[in-house]
């Protein structure tokens, strides 16, 4: 089976801090009953929680230096969302384990076995015996947390919670992490800081510490952060669409066509990622973005923003570049995912790649003409064949029709921005047809 990056690192972690986990508790070996499996199986699920809860703080910070290693910084937020959903998963576990064997125990449906003698605090070492002070206080804590998470994370997978409030409501996952850590360290078996297990753990939980402070100090993204203001606005009603182009102060890095960033145009609102449609060229240091009405926001910006005002932009980030080093490429831009390549084809026609070809499809459910014949221009000057589809015009778009219309496809690379589960299907379909998983590019482009 073929596995991204992200699929593997996800893998890769939850299986490493099993087997450590395994390696560190030998009672799992021992027979159980229900009380003896739900000791292990705490340890295990809280071992486990807090791992995954402290990677998905680290991926919270952008970190630059990963974001090539995973495939950009959209394919972070995935892998940070299969890291929420399952501290969710596991939270829930462990919290039944302890609250659900209390309340069977009240309804007659457990006997609790006698209590044996604690050990002795003179048997301990002063930090165990300190710990063992601390368990009211660190058990109090953690359920109390654990019902402010289990509510954050709900929010943040339900779509319809508006992004503003979204973005606001989760960096109080920050705060909630640091108290988890504390009811961890307190309530983790003692042994397990002598094993490996903790010697993974404790520098993972203090590097997801030091990732909480920096997200409530505020200062993800910060050093990449540039001031611009607006220079032109052009609204496409029919495609309820707005064209911004910023002007940036000295500062921006440049960027890659296809890349994204984080723009500031409102600080209540917020940050919110848009991907560039334009080559960046520092002596006029001009960004263009075009922005499809998807959600409260957006829906907006038409009225909201205006020449001159001012505004942050931060980045760039992501690696939908365009950069395989095959010859023959096959782009699929539906609807507003033409974004990518309307930036890759200005960079092209500025910068071509001898013997490169491409093949551009967009389906579009509208058609409007004043953007379809810059669409138009910009292939032609790219040197890109281009076939525009019209719902209710032309035919659906399948990796079929693909194939016919690009006899070489088996030796291209195949881009995609659109609609996941339309890019879920052609993905599934060349894949079938023998095309290799790493020829399938698709940006992920869900920040939540």
Same mark, same amino acid.
């Given at each position: 089976?073929?596995?991204? *990056?992200?699929?593997?690192?996800?893998?890769?972690?939850?299986?490493?801090?099993?087997?450590?986990?395994?390696?560190? $508790?030998?009672?799992? %070996?021992? *027979?159980?009953?229900?009380?003896?499996?739900?000791?292990?199986?705490?340890?295990?699920?809280?071992?486990?929680?807090?791992?995954?809860?402290?990677?998905?703080?680290?991926?919270?910070?952008?970190?630059?230096? %990963?974001?090539?290693?995973?495939?950009?910084?959209?394919?972070?937020?995935?892998?940070?969302?299969?890291?929420?959903?399952?501290?969710?998963?596991?939270?829930?576990?462990?919290?039944?384990?302890?609250?659900?064997?209390?309340?069977?125990?009240?309804?007659?449906?457990?006997?609790?076995?006698?209590?044996?003698?604690?050990?002795?605090?003179? $048997?301990? &070492?002063?930090? @165990? +015996?300190?710990?063992?002070?601390?368990?009211?206080? +660190?058990? =109090?804590?953690?359920?109390?947390?654990?019902?402010?998470? +289990?509510?954050?994370?709900?929010?943040? /997978?339900?779509?319809?919670?508006?992004?503003?409030?979204?973005?606001? =409501?989760?960096?109080?996952?920050?705060?909630?992490? %640091?108290? /988890?850590?504390?009811?961890?360290?307190?309530?983790?078996?003692?042994?397990?800081?002598?094993? *490996?297990?903790?010697?993974?753990?404790?520098?993972?939980?203090?590097?997801? =510490?030091?990732? +909480?402070?920096?997200?409530?100090?505020?200062?993800?993204?910060?050093?990449?952060?540039?001031?611009?203001?607006?220079?032109?606005?052009?609204?496409?009603?029919?495609?309820?669409?707005?064209?911004?182009?910023?002007?940036? @102060?000295?500062?921006?890095?440049?960027?890659?066509?296809?890349?994204?960033?984080?723009?500031?145009?409102?600080?209540?609102?917020?940050?919110?990622?848009?991907?560039?449609?334009?080559?960046? $060229?520092?002596?006029?240091?001009?960004?263009?973005?075009?922005?499809?009405?998807? &959600?409260?926001?957006?829906?907006?910006?038409?009225?909201?923003?205006?020449?001159?005002?001012?505004?942050?932009?931060?980045?760039?980030?992501?690696?939908?570049?365009?950069?395989?080093?095959?010859?023959?490429?096959?782009?699929?831009?539906?609807?507003?995912?033409?974004?990518?390549?309307?930036?890759?084809?200005?960079?092209?026609?500025?910068?071509?790649?001898?013997?490169?070809?491409?093949?551009?499809?967009?389906?579009?459910?509208? %058609?409007?003409?004043?953007?379809?014949?810059?669409?138009?221009?910009?292939?032609?000057?790219?040197?890109?064949?281009?076939?525009?589809?019209?719902?209710?015009? $032309?035919?659906?778009?399948?990796?079929?029709?693909?194939?016919?219309?690009?006899?070489?496809?088996?030796?291209?690379?195949?881009?995609?921005?659109?609609?996941?589960?339309?890019?879920?299907?052609?993905?599934?379909?060349?894949?079938?047809?023998?095309?290799?998983?790493?020829?399938?590019?698709?940006?992920?482009?869900?920040?939540?």
């Amino acid at each position: 089976m073929n596995t991204t *990056p992200i699929q593997r690192f996800f893998l890769g972690s939850l299986l490493l801090i099993t087997l450590l986990w395994l390696w560190a $508790d030998p009672r799992w %070996l021992q *027979p159980q009953n229900y009380f003896g499996f739900r000791t292990v199986a705490m340890q295990y699920s809280g071992v486990l929680a807090i791992g995954v809860m402290s990677l998905a703080m680290l991926l919270a910070t952008r970190p630059r230096w %990963l974001e090539p290693r995973l495939g950009g910084l959209d394919k972070l937020y995935r892998l940070h969302k299969w890291l929420g959903i399952s501290a969710l998963v596991l939270s829930v576990l462990h919290w039944w384990l302890g609250q659900g064997t209390k309340w069977m125990v009240q309804w007659g449906w457990l006997v609790r076995p006698a209590r044996g003698p604690r050990p002795a605090t003179t $048997d301990q &070492g002063g930090l @165990e +015996a300190w710990f063992g002070t601390q368990r009211h206080l +660190a058990e =109090t804590v953690g359920e109390w947390a654990f019902y402010a998470v +289990a509510v954050m994370l709900v929010l943040a /997978l339900v779509k319809r919670f508006p992004y503003r409030l979204f973005a606001k =409501t989760h960096t109080l996952m920050a705060v909630l992490y %640091l108290t /988890l850590v504390f009811h961890s360290v307190v309530l983790t078996q003692f042994s397990y800081w002598n094993q *490996p297990l903790g010697a993974l753990m404790l520098p993972l939980m203090v590097a997801g =510490t030091l990732a +909480a402070v920096w997200v409530l100090a505020r200062q993800v993204g910060r050093s990449r952060q540039v001031p611009g203001r607006v220079e032109s606005l052009q609204h496409y009603p029919a495609l309820d669409v707005l064209e911004t182009t910023l002007v940036l @102060e000295p500062g921006w890095p440049g960027h890659a066509a296809g890349q994204f960033a984080f723009v500031v145009s409102d600080r209540h609102e917020g940050a919110h990622p848009y991907t560039m449609a334009s080559a960046w $060229d520092p002596q006029t240091r001009r960004i263009t973005f075009v922005t499809k009405a998807l &959600g409260d926001h957006t829906r907006r910006l038409p009225h909201q923003l205006k020449v001159g005002q001012a505004v942050t932009v931060e980045g760039p980030y992501g690696c939908f570049n365009f950069l395989d080093g095959r010859l023959h490429q096959i782009w699929v831009g539906a609807g507003i995912g033409i974004t990518p390549f309307i930036a890759r084809l200005k960079s092209l026609a500025a910068q071509p790649v001898a013997g490169l070809q491409v093949t551009l499809f967009h389906p579009t459910a509208v %058609l409007e003409p004043e953007a379809l014949a810059k669409l138009e221009a910009d292939a032609q000057a790219a040197g890109v064949q281009l076939h525009v589809l019209v719902d209710g015009r $032309d035919e659906r778009l399948t990796g079929e029709r693909i194939r016919q219309r690009v006899p070489q496809w088996a030796q291209a690379s195949v881009w995609f921005c659109g609609p996941a589960g339309f890019g879920r299907s052609l993905a599934a379909d060349f894949a079938a047809q023998g095309l290799p998983a790493n020829a399938f590019h698709q940006e992920l482009f869900e920040m939540r």
